[in-house]
């Protein structure tokens, strides 16, 4: 998609901006996963290690940490849709 609508002497550049961005979004993936809290039963790494937090939410259990995710996944298709129209009319009717 980043090839067909990119301007042709910006295409390589497009290109790596599409890279690069997937780069970023493998690093956040990594940094939420290392919140990942213990499981029932399971005895945390350190005894009093701190419970981590995402943006000033505790995560102290695996049902908030996948609220997390819902709450990003949300945020991202809101984003989308609120710039549906525009994404549109910028493709020039490329499909």
């Excluded at 701190?50 to 102290?60: V, Y």
């Excluded at 997390?68 to 525009?86: N, P």
Aim: glycine letters at 10%; a positive charge.
């Amino acid at each position: 998609m980043v090839s067909k609508l990119a301007p042709l002497r910006l295409s390589s550049l497009m290109m790596g901006t599409w890279f690069l961005a997937n780069a970023v979004a493998n690093k956040f993936a990594g940094t939420l996963s290392a919140l990942i809290p213990p499981g029932a039963g399971e005895e945390p790494a350190a005894a009093g290690a701190p419970i981590p937090s995402f943006l000033g939410i505790e995560i102290s259990n695996l049902f908030i940490f996948f609220c997390v995710f819902i709450v990003l996944s949300g945020t991202a298709s809101l984003i989308l849709v609120a710039g549906y129209r525009k994404l549109i009319k910028m493709m020039h009717g490329v499909n």
